[in-house]
């Protein structure tokens, strides 16, 4: 197979080939001169006018490249209790940054227009984080039995079962694009971390400031760790081929607040920067022929900490 083209992020690109990029009918220098959400377009080698790509969301969740989407359904999470959710300003004080954790969460399923809502988990313990592969087998996170981990599920909620079983921060699970491995995101501490860890965890928050990257069979099986930066990688996303894995990660920012998207081999080698951007640029996703990556960005914000969605050509 040939190699995963890549995505032109400043300076010149590989090949030689110095691209010419299109955005909201602008002229851009780079992948991180693109516009916001509101009209963003692929960057196009040589094109003079490319067409608006505007994109539309279900309950938060962006409709584009299907890994959330199974038989006209979407997944998501929901809380069954009413009562309102404690902000991440109450919730770090001395704690330092925390992401709440919700054991009220529960993974629905839905039609796109979210008619028939159904629910395929009924157990305490923040289940969320539901991804789908192309046979209808679901993976997610959950904190069902005290730990953060991974679990499959069939698309009706049956036949659940547990991968992962390692103390610590194991989520984001994804699916490769054949279905026969998983990447996602964990740390897995001993001594005083993991004493933290568990505390925190007892009063329902996380603290994400170190994670690695993992890969797996489906099944659990064929455990390996594919980063070791020492920072916080999260948002893995396998390359069509399932040879590379895009990630996001503070890795080289010594004040830990920058994020960039990173590319590296399944085996850990060949790591590569992809976006210079000096401030958010997470969650990447790649449109199934690999020709087009979706990315969630502080960017040209209107005001600071807005995140918008954008989107651009992968290109040789």
């Known amino acids: 197979m040939t190699k995963p083209p890549r995505l032109a992020a400043g300076g010149a690109s590989p090949a030689g080939i110095q691209p010419t990029l299109h955005a909201s009918g602008r002229r851009c220098s780079s992948l991180d001169d693109l516009p916001t959400f509101s009209a963003v377009v692929p960057c196009r080698q040589g094109a003079s006018s490319p067409p608006v790509r505007r994109r539309g969301f279900h309950h938060g969740l962006l409709v584009l490249f299907a890994p959330l989407v199974i038989a006209a359904a979407l ?50 313990g923040d289940d969320a984080e539901a991804t789908i592969a192309k046979d209808g087998r679901i993976v997610f996170t959950s904190v069902r039995d005290g730990d953060m981990e991974i679990y499959s599920m069939n698309g009706d909620g049956s036949d659940v079962r547990r991968l992962t079983n390692m103390p610590g921060p194991d989520g984001g699970p994804f699916f490769s694009a054949d279905g026969k491995r998983i990447v996602f995101r ?108 979706v990315f969630a960005s502080n960017r040209h914000d209107a005001k600071p900490g807005e995140t918008n969605i954008f989107v651009a050509d992968w290109v040789k």
């Open 75 to 124: 997944l998501m999470p929901i809380r069954a209790s009413q009562t309102p959710a404690p902000t991440r300003l109450e919730l770090s004080g001395d704690q330092g940054y925390v992401w709440p954790i919700y054991e009220s969460y529960d993974i629905y399923r839905a039609n796109p227009d979210g008619s028939n809502l159904v629910p395929l988990t009924t157990t305490a």
């Open 186 to 293: 964990g740390r897995h501490p001993q001594g005083p971390e993991l004493e933290d860890y568990r505390s925190l965890l007892e009063r329902a928050v996380y603290r994400p400031t170190s994670l690695e990257i993992y890969v797996m069979n489906r099944d659990g099986s064929g455990l390996e760790q594919v980063t070791k930066l020492g920072a916080a990688s999260f948002a893995p996303y396998f390359t069509p081929d399932g040879r590379q894995i895009i990630f996001s990660s503070n890795y080289g920012d010594p004040k830990g607040r920058n994020f960039d998207l990173f590319l590296v081999n399944v085996d850990g080698t060949g790591l590569e920067r992809v976006t210079h951007n000096d401030t958010f640029d997470g969650f990447p996703m790649y449109s199934p022929d690999g020709r087009t990556l």
